[in-house]
Nanobody, 122 residues
Framework: QVQLVESGGGLVQPGGSLRLSCAASGSIFSINSMGWYRQAPGKQRELVVGIGSGGSTDYADSVKGRFTISRDNSKNTVYLQMNSLKPEDTAVYYC????????????????WGQGTQVTVSS
């Protein structure tokens, strides 16, 4: 079964850094776009940044210059390097991927990680 497993969240002081990882596993034919979303209490889930299969990226204005997304296609893994963290970055961060499973290669299915808490506080 295809699944996404996230890691790297935690508590950090303002100005600090964290690196999130998300690894896709299972019977995967291919992965198209991947991305990171976040959701703070009382707010809607929002796109932080996405990355296409060819490496193109789209960042939310609030994180440009501070966050960097990358992917390692050989490991089916996407990363989010977060620098200069601010209290308003506090949220649960979710990994997302558009995947063609080996059992249904003609289909593109949307998968989500379990979420990892990022808390920025002094």
């Amino acid at each position: 079964q295809v699944q996404l497993v996230e890691s790297g969240g935690g508590l950090v002081q303002p100005g600090g850094s964290l690196r999130l990882s998300c690894a896709a596993s299972g019977s995967i034919f291919s992965i198209n776009s991947m991305g990171w979303y976040r959701q703070a209490p009382g707010k809607q889930r929002e796109l932080v940044v996405g990355i296409g299969s060819g490496g193109s990226t789209d960042y939310a204005d609030s994180v440009k210059g501070r966050f960097t997304i990358s992917r390692d296609n050989s490991k089916n893994t996407v990363y989010l390097q977060m620098n200069s963290l601010k209290p308003e970055d506090t949220a649960v961060y979710y990994c997302n991927a558009e995947i063609r499973p080996s059992s249904a290669r003609w289909r593109i299915l949307d998968y989500w990680g379990q979420g990892t808490q990022v808390t920025v506080s002094s």
